[in-house]
């Protein structure tokens, strides 16, 4: 058995079925999305329900819903019928999940739910069946065979389903605006939580750790401003103490090859005028997008005035984990 091969065997089937719902898509999938999206505004929330593998994908498009500003919760299918139907309320919209649109726990649930001034979308492999009947809007996912050499073990079937809520979540966030900093809001730990709401007045070296030095300062002078900080650059700042310049150790091994009586420069004529900065009230993930694209070591913070005040060095990211 090469086990190489069915690995890849398996990732080609539950691609090619991809590839077959997502040319099913059609006017429903809108239609999916206007109705939530109606409900959303209205304080409606989004309940799933599902049966087996189809409700561990519910599980995860509730998450990923939420976690996008859509407020979506699991409603199990059999406690549902014994006091969990209490979590339904007039106005939200019920996802139901089953690729056979025929699972019996649903469908019993179908008529308590259709008490309640709900709306009821469907994702299922069946547009003739119970379940989608019983629909104001079924999504089809249909997939041509499971990865499963049986065709019976939920394989691309499910894929496809969380595929779906994937691209259902992102369509929903689009239409109600969903910005980058409600995302902040809704991760406040972890990498992405410090990335987005950290500032960089709050990541970043100041004091004795961020070299400063005045443009007529000689090169000399300015090499032991930066031991002492224990920095690879210094800000070079004119008459008026506003930003003029970088100085780096590597810009003191470039220049050293020209000889010209270096150390006894001043910082003005060998500085690199202009350079990358930020201003300490943006966000830290501003700071890393920087670093990602211009390949620096390290980043000087200015206020308003474009006075340095701080400096983001590389090499503290990791620790303040938020690369």
């Known amino acids: 058995m090469n086990h190489l091969a069915k690995a ?12 077959a719902v997502r040319a099913q898509l059609d006017s429903s999938f809108a239609d999916a999305v206007e109705i939530i999206v109606a409900a959303l505004k209205q304080r409606g929330k989004i309940v799933i329900v599902g049966i087996g593998k189809s409700g561990n994908v519910g599980q995860k498009i509730a998450a990923t819903l939420t976690s996008t500003g859509s407020t979506a919760v699991v409603l199990n299918s059999v406690d549902a019928l014994h006091g969990d139907l209490g979590i339904v309320n007039d106005g939200d919209v019920i996802l139901a999940l089953s690729y056979s649109g025929e699972s019996e726990e ?3 649930l179908l008529p308590a739910l259709k008490r309640f001034s709900v709306k009821i979308i469907s994702f299922t492999g069946n547009l003739k069946s119970s ?6 809007v079924s999504l089809n996912v249909k997939v041509p065979k499971e990865a499963c ?13 969380l595929v779906l809520g994937d691209a259902l979540a992102m369509a929903i966030l689009e239409a109600r605006g969903f910005t980058q900093k409600d995302f902040a809001k809704h991760h406040p730990s972890g990498a992405i939580g410090r ?15 961020n070299a400063i030095a005045d443009e007529n300062l000689s090169v000399k002078e300015a090499l032991l ?6 920095s690879g650059s210094l800000s070079v700042v004119n008459a008026r103490g506003k930003l003029a310049g970088v100085f780096t150790d590597g810009d003191f091994r470039r220049h050293m090859a020209s000889g010209d009586n270096l150390l006894s420069q001043p910082l003005k004529k060998i500085m690199t005028p ?9 966000l830290a993930v501003e700071a890393l997008k920087i670093f990602n694209e211009r390949n620096i070591d390290d980043l000087i913070v200015v206020n308003a005035k474009q006075e340095p005040v701080g400096l983001i ?3 503290d990211l990791p620790k303040l984990k938020i690369m």
């Open 225 to 230: 401003v930066m031991t002492r900080a224990k």
């Open 106 to 108: 649903l469908l019993n």
């Open 313 to 315: 060095d590389s090499q």
């Open 131 to 136: 379940l989608a009947k019983h629909s104001d």
């Open 274 to 282: 202009k350079p990358i900065c930020i201003l300490e009230t943006a």
């Open 149 to 161: 050499p049986f065709n019976l073990a939920p394989t691309s079937s499910t894929t496809a389903m």
């Open 195 to 209: 990335a987005m709401l950290l500032k960089v007045g709050e990541i970043m070296r100041t004091g004795n750790r």
């Open 8 to 19: 890849r065997e398996v990732f080609d089937i539950e691609l090619a079925a991809l590839k």
